[in-house]
């Protein structure tokens, strides 16, 4: 397992007083489902996946750090608002 993708997100996150622990939770739980597909970039993902490995139980508070993650420029953030197709969320290397 290769943990220099979380390593360099801590890295760019040091000194981002934006970012949460619930920011930092999802970030690794996305991580771990890239790992666990292939290390797809992007990943097509459904909400409930990662609020689940994230431990996050509310929509409203994952679909903000979603969003947040995207605007600060750590992950690009494709929502699908089709039930039966995931969001798309692809990772993005900020010279981390």
Same mark, same amino acid.
Not at 14 to 36: F, K, P, V, W
């Given at each position: 397992?290769?943990?220099? %993708?979380?390593?360099? =997100?801590?890295?760019? &996150?040091?000194?981002? !007083?934006?970012? *949460?622990t ?12 890239r ?6 970039? %992007?990943?097509?993902? =459904?909400?409930?996946? &990662?609020?689940?490995? !994230?431990?996050? *139980?509310?929509a ?19 929502p ?5 197709k ?11």
């Amino acid at each position: 397992m290769d943990i220099t %993708p979380l390593g360099d =997100f801590f890295e760019a &996150i040091q000194n981002d !007083a934006r970012i *949460s622990t619930t920011h930092i939770g999802i970030y690794a739980a996305l991580l771990q489902y890239r790992l666990l597909h292939g290390f797809d970039n %992007p990943i097509q993902v =459904f909400s409930r996946e &990662i609020m689940h490995i !994230a431990k996050v *139980s509310s929509a409203m508070t994952y679909h903000r750090c979603i969003r947040e993650l995207s605007e600060y420029g750590y992950i690009r953030y494709e929502p699908s608002y089709n039930r039966n197709k995931g969001s798309r969320i692809y990772f993005v290397d900020k010279g981390m």
